[in-house]
């Protein structure tokens, strides 16, 4: 069964960092397309980053410079690492998987950015 597990949100002031996890479960994650995507209730969702399986990472450009995806193969996870970040940062920040064309998605860890 596919599962994946965000973690590592909170509340962090402008400028500073953190870093979002996803553990995924029941696949190998280095196998396949993974994704960070944000939803706010302002802009709805928005593809944040991408690491596909041969490890090269694709960004949005609000996002290049300061964010970095990563994976971690021996513990089946994928990181976003969040730097210089902005109030607009603020969201939902979910991991998604896409699997021969299926989706599968994390429920979420809040980021609040804000003094």
């Known amino acids: 069964q596919v599962q994946l597990v965000e973690s590592g949100g909170g509340l962090v002031q402008p400028g500073g960092s953190l870093r979002v996890s996803c553990a995924a479960s029941?696949?190998?994650?280095?196998?396949?397309?993974m994704n960070w995507v944000r939803r706010t209730p302002g802009k709805g969702r928005e593809l944040v980053a991408a690491?596909?399986?041969?490890?090269?990472?694709s960004y949005v450009d609000s996002v290049k410079g300061r964010f970095t995806i990563s994976r971690d193969n021996a513990k089946n996870t994928v990181y976003l690492q969040m730097n210089s970040l902005k109030p607009e940062d603020t969201a939902v920040y979910y991991c998604?998987?896409?699997?021969?064309?299926?989706?599968?998605w994390g429920k979420g860890t809040l980021v609040t950015v804000s003094s």
């Open positions: 029941g696949f190998t994650a280095s196998n396949y397309y």
């Open positions: 998604y998987a896409d699997i021969y064309g299926m989706d599968f």
């Open positions: 690491i596909r399986s041969g490890g090269s990472p």
